[in-house]
């Protein structure tokens, strides 16, 4: 009996054990998507290996073609942007500001040089690079000897870029707080540019 008793409990056993659905050591979905973003993170490494190497080979080019003078400073470097500025060499003088501000952002001379920058995109019809100078210029040089003369900058680009009620707005401003200085002459004849236009039916911002 007693034997017949562990045999019927051996039995159920067995047959419970194969009702019992195996259950798999990895599920399959989660090692997809596992396997997916590793792949995706690949890809994004390779990508900004490429993008480096790419920059490395600009910068190589750029170093080649605007050589930074030697030894470097700030009077030195300046030259060469005053020079790039003369010669209205635009790749050589973007350049060379640049690392200027970069590598001496508190130099006496940051401001000036990107005045010459941005009055050169000026010159060149550049307007929205110019008034990203001169407003770098506002921002970052409020006490440097070229704030007001950027401010004059700033006005001519939002007038060249059908701004005018600005315009007017720094136009006044450079009236009433420099009225000593001589771009207030210039304001002067901005403003009657800017009554021009109005004169003509253009609408003014």
Known sequence: MKA??????GLAFSVGCA?????????????????????KRQERFNFSRVLENARHREQAQIDKKYPLPSPLNEQSLYSAVVRAYQARQ???LD?????FVYRF???????SALYLRGETYLILGMTPEALRDFQRILTDYPEGKK????LYGKAVCYQQLG????????????RHEFPGSPEVLKAGMEEKVLQAERGTGRQVE
Request: glycine letters at 4%; proline letters at 5%.
């Open 95 to 99: 350049y060379y500001v640049s690392q």
């Open 163 to 174: 701004l005018y009620k600005f315009s007017e707005e720094v136009l006044q401003q450079i």
């Open 147 to 150: 704030y007001v003369a950027a």
């Open 105 to 111: 952002p508190q130099s006496v001379f940051a401001d």
């Open 90 to 92: 635009l790749g050589a």
């Open 4 to 9: 017949a008793l562990l045999g019927l409990l």
């Open 19 to 39: 009702q019992k659905p195996v259950q798999p050591s990895v599920n399959l979905t989660q090692l997809f998507y596992r396997h997916l973003r590793l792949e």
